[in-house]
């Protein structure tokens, strides 16, 4: 178990957010109708879709706002899983991958509801699309097919394909042939969207309690209670969303087991120059790549942030980052000679079967987690879904119940397992497959 306080991630985020609420740790011993465990997006939301129902709320962090996966992402929202819809439908039947793409594009109208109505305007969230960059012919005619077939199957028609021309027009690199543009996909500024929701929550008369992580969760007589450091929340039913942080505390064990934490890492490089804002990404919409261990990049107040995943182990790594730069290099020959001004990294919350899941752990504990790095809009939506659980509903939810959501066999293996594979996948992208 990891020691607390916590402290603060240094971050092209942290530097450039509104100033953060103030939400002291719980000092004595209270009631509600919910108790919450985890301050992001999950939490968040989930407490705004309690209130909405008229119910009280509770909302325990382990350290401040934002101090997890919801401050240090990318910023990236995209209506997507890790599986493609067309491997959901060859799996599970079209009925299903219908389902879950409803879900997906209800997740990005959940975020973008919350922004308005809760006037989180310091997010800085624009719908500018997000292409999908390939890397071979091979990545290229793959994600040209799922394009056509998302088109035929599922009568989404807002993607379009692109040249290598168009591609290293629209990146300044040429080091893709072609791809694939999504016009329902944006970019925000993950931490103080984070710090927005928390404003709203607190708003509606919300206790949020920072630095009070939940060390213990107690069963009682009608309902259960989750013991903090300085107090304890007697509640009818607990929420836990926590994802990539689970393992912070023993109150989340039987859901600890169901997830790998994998270290993503970001860096920032100081504002470009003319010459380099007007060549670098000049349409500032969001890129991802087809490489296995993927990479993304966007523009951000003249700065390009280019992030990727890495079995760094528990905490930074001077090699991961020193990898991430040279496959900025790569990508972006001419931002050789650009200092990076922030680097950092955090935890991605990866599941067995790479999909998120929300439900119930048993009549008392509900959840939302395992967002495998596309969770910044998902979370947003599974903690209404999760809400609605803990009020005893059940909800179609389709693939992301929790009856998916199995134990990792060999847990105790995980991380030299994640290095093996992220070890083969680094191999296979360096000699192009």
Same mark, same amino acid.
């Given at each position: 178990?990891?020691?607390?306080?916590?402290?603060?991630?240094?971050?092209?985020?942290?530097?450039?957010?509104?100033?953060?609420?103030?939400?002291?740790?719980?000092?004595?011993?209270?009631?509600?109708?919910?108790?919450?465990?985890?301050?992001?997006?999950?939490?968040?939301?989930?407490?705004?879709?309690?209130?909405?129902?008229?119910?009280?709320?509770?909302?325990?962090?382990?350290?401040?706002?934002?101090?997890?996966?919801?401050?240090?992402?990318?910023?990236?929202?995209?209506?997507?899983?890790?599986?493609?819809?067309?491997?959901?439908?060859?799996?599970?039947?079209?009925?299903?991958?219908?389902r879950m793409?409803?879900?997906?594009?209800?997740?990005?109208?959940?975020?973008?509801?919350?922004?308005?109505?809760?006037?989180?305007?310091?997010?800085?969230?624009?719908?500018?699309?997000?292409?999908?960059?390939?890397?071979?012919?091979?990545?290229?005619?793959?994600?040209?097919?799922?394009?056509?077939?998302?088109?035929?199957?599922?009568?989404?028609?807002?993607?379009?394909?692109?040249?290598?021309?168009?591609?290293?027009?629209?990146?300044?690199?040429?080091?893709?042939?072609?791809?694939?543009?999504?016009?329902?996909?944006?970019?925000?500024?993950?931490?103080?969207?984070?710090?927005?929701?928390?404003?709203?929550?607190?708003?509606?008369?919300?206790?949020?309690?920072?630095?009070?992580?939940?060390?213990?969760?107690?069963?009682?007589?009608?309902?259960?209670?989750?013991?903090?450091?300085?107090?304890?929340?007697?509640? +009818?039913?607990? @929420?836990? /969303? #926590?994802?990539?942080?689970? %393992?912070?505390?023993? *109150? &989340?064990?039987?859901?600890?087991? !169901?997830?790998?934490?994998? +270290?993503?890492? @970001?860096? /920032? #490089?100081?504002?470009?120059? %003319?010459?380099?804002? *007007? &060549?670098?990404?000049?349409?500032? !919409?969001?890129?991802?790549?087809?490489?296995?261990?993927?990479?993304?990049?966007?523009?951000? %107040?003249?700065?390009?942030?280019?992030?990727?995943?890495?079995a760094f182990?528990?905490?930074?790594?001077?090699?991961?980052?020193?990898?991430?730069?040279?496959?900025?290099?790569?990508?972006?020959?001419?931002?050789?000679?650009?200092?990076?001004?922030?680097?950092?990294?955090?935890?991605?919350?990866?599941?067995?079967?790479?999909?998120?899941?929300v439900g119930?752990?048993?009549?008392?504990?509900?959840?939302?987690?395992?967002?495998?790095?596309?969770?910044?809009?998902?979370?947003?939506?599974?903690?209404?879904?999760?809400?609605?659980?803990?009020?005893?509903?059940?909800?179609?939810?389709?693939?992301?119940?929790?009856?998916?959501?199995?134990?990792?066999?060999?847990?105790?293996?995980?991380?030299?397992?994640?290095?093996?594979?992220?070890?083969?996948?680094?191999?296979?992208?360096?000699?192009?497959?």
């Amino acid at each position: 178990m990891n020691a607390f306080p916590k402290p603060p991630v240094a971050s092209l985020w942290a530097a450039g957010a509104v100033p953060a609420g103030r939400f002291g740790p719980l000092d004595r011993d209270v009631q509600a109708d919910v108790a919450i465990v985890g301050g992001g997006y999950t939490g968040l939301s989930a407490a705004l879709a309690l209130a909405a129902r008229g119910e009280r709320p509770v909302v325990l962090e382990a350290s401040t706002i934002g101090w997890g996966a919801s401050g240090r992402n990318g910023g990236v929202v995209s209506a997507k899983f890790r599986p493609s819809f067309q491997a959901i439908a060859s799996r599970h039947g079209i009925a299903v991958a219908k389902r879950m793409h409803a879900i997906a594009y209800a997740s990005v109208e959940t975020l973008e509801r919350l922004i308005a109505e809760h006037g989180i305007v310091e997010a800085n969230y624009a719908r500018v699309g997000q292409l999908k960059c390939a890397h071979t012919p091979a990545t290229l005619a793959a994600t040209i097919a799922d394009s056509e077939w998302m088109r035929r199957e599922m009568g989404d028609g807002s993607v379009s394909v692109l040249s290598r021309e168009a591609v290293a027009a629209e990146t300044g690199s040429q080091d893709f042939v072609g791809g694939v543009l999504s016009q329902k996909a944006g970019g925000l500024h993950p931490l103080n969207y984070a710090r927005g929701l928390a404003r709203a929550v607190a708003g509606k008369g919300i206790a949020i309690h920072e630095e009070s992580p939940a060390l213990r969760l107690h069963r009682e007589a009608g309902g259960i209670r989750v013991e903090t450091p300085g107090g304890s929340v007697r509640a +009818r039913q607990v @929420i836990v /969303a #926590t994802n990539g942080y689970t %393992d912070l505390t023993a *109150a &989340a064990a039987p859901l600890r087991t !169901r997830l790998i934490p994998f +270290r993503s890492a @970001i860096l /920032a #490089t100081e504002p470009l120059s %003319d010459n380099l804002r *007007a &060549a670098i990404l000049p349409s500032r !919409r969001i890129y991802v790549e087809t490489r296995r261990m993927m990479r993304w990049f966007r523009m951000v %107040d003249d700065r390009m942030v280019f992030g990727g995943r890495g079995a760094f182990g528990r905490s930074d790594s001077e090699a991961a980052f020193a990898a991430l730069h040279r496959a900025m290099v790569r990508t972006f020959p001419a931002l050789a000679d650009t200092p990076v001004a922030y680097r950092w990294s955090g935890l991605v919350g990866m599941t067995l079967d790479a999909l998120p899941h929300v439900g119930r752990l048993d009549d008392r504990v509900s959840f939302a987690m395992g967002y495998n790095g596309a969770g910044v809009a998902m979370s947003s939506h599974l903690g209404g879904l999760a809400a609605a659980f803990a009020l005893g509903e059940s909800p179609d939810v389709a693939l992301l119940g929790g009856d998916g959501f199995q134990p990792v066999p060999f847990y105790g293996l995980r991380e030299p397992a994640i290095r093996l594979v992220a070890g083969w996948y680094q191999f296979l992208d360096a000699i192009g497959r």
